[in-house]
């Protein structure tokens, strides 16, 4: 199984730096066709970032340059012109560790798989914490609608009308309106957003991306229980 990966960028520099070098370390390239990213009409330099970008990449790479103005509007750009069986969707915001995709193609390649795989961090609760021992098998939790990343079947997309390209939760009620098999990786991946690590560099940059209308308010991940998503992020010292 190959899929595309789609890579959604509305400014925030310093979010699509970082999520990109992640992408290009942690992915499994075995399993990509190419990659497609979408520029939404960046104007804070995410755009020459970008063309920078897509020029050394493992697998081809295109760039798509527009004034989409939504989420859905890109799938929707994005999906009346791919020739691929199935695609990643990230966004700029989204870390992705180690295993990512391996862990999201094994469960779409389950039998009868799914249309639809989310991987956001914290939906659904690490195996161990309800006292079980994971036998280091990904399956398949079943929801209502998944966030807007993930692994997504284009069969389920194209036989179905458009996403609704306006209003805030305009692809959760596309996914409620029709038959569609749709759940969460389990147990998690940690695939944290970042503007939801209470930790800095993080912390103030969203704050500026808040202020400049970039980026939506969203609550902090509670370190209690959810370090473990984003300590693969943190640097580690060299032993002495």
Not at 28 to 56: H, K
Not at 149 to 165: D, E
Not at 218 to 240: A, F, I, Q, R, T
């Amino acid at each position: 199984m190959k899929a595309d990966i789609l890579y959604l960028a509305w400014n925030r520099l310093e979010f699509t730096a970082a999520t990109w070098a992640w992408m290009l370390a942690q992915t499994n390239w075995d399993l990509v066709s190419r990659i497609v990213v979408y520029d939404d009409g960046s104007e804070d330099g995410t755009q020459e970032f970008l063309r920078d970008a897509v020029v050394d990449t493992p697998v081809p790479a295109e760039l798509h340059i527009g004034d989409f103005r939504s989420p859905p509007a890109v799938m929707n750009h994005y999906l009346a012109t791919t020739e691929a069986d199935f695609f990643a969707k990230i966004d700029n915001d989204i870390a992705v560790p180690g295993g990512w995709l391996d862990a999201l193609a094994f469960v779409m390649r389950s039998r009868k798989g799914p249309d639809l795989v989310g991987m956001e961090a914290g939906m659904v609760e690490m195996a161990f914490r309800d006292g079980k021992k994971w036998d280091g098998r990904y399956r398949f939790e079943p929801c209502t609608n998944i966030g807007g990343v993930g692994l997504m079947r284009v069969s389920a997309f194209k036989s179905r009308p458009p996403i609704p390209s306006r209003g805030r939760y305009g692809f959760t009620e596309w996914q409620q309106r029709y038959d569609l098999k749709r759940g969460w990786v389990r147990p998690d991946i940690h695939c944290p957003q970042l503007d939801r690590i209470p930790l800095e560099p993080w912390v103030s940059l969203t704050e500026t991306y808040i202020e400049n209308g970039w980026s939506r308010p969203w609550g902090k991940y509670d370190p209690v229980w959810m370090e473990p998503y984003w300590e693969w992020m943190l640097e580690k010292e060299e032993p002495e």
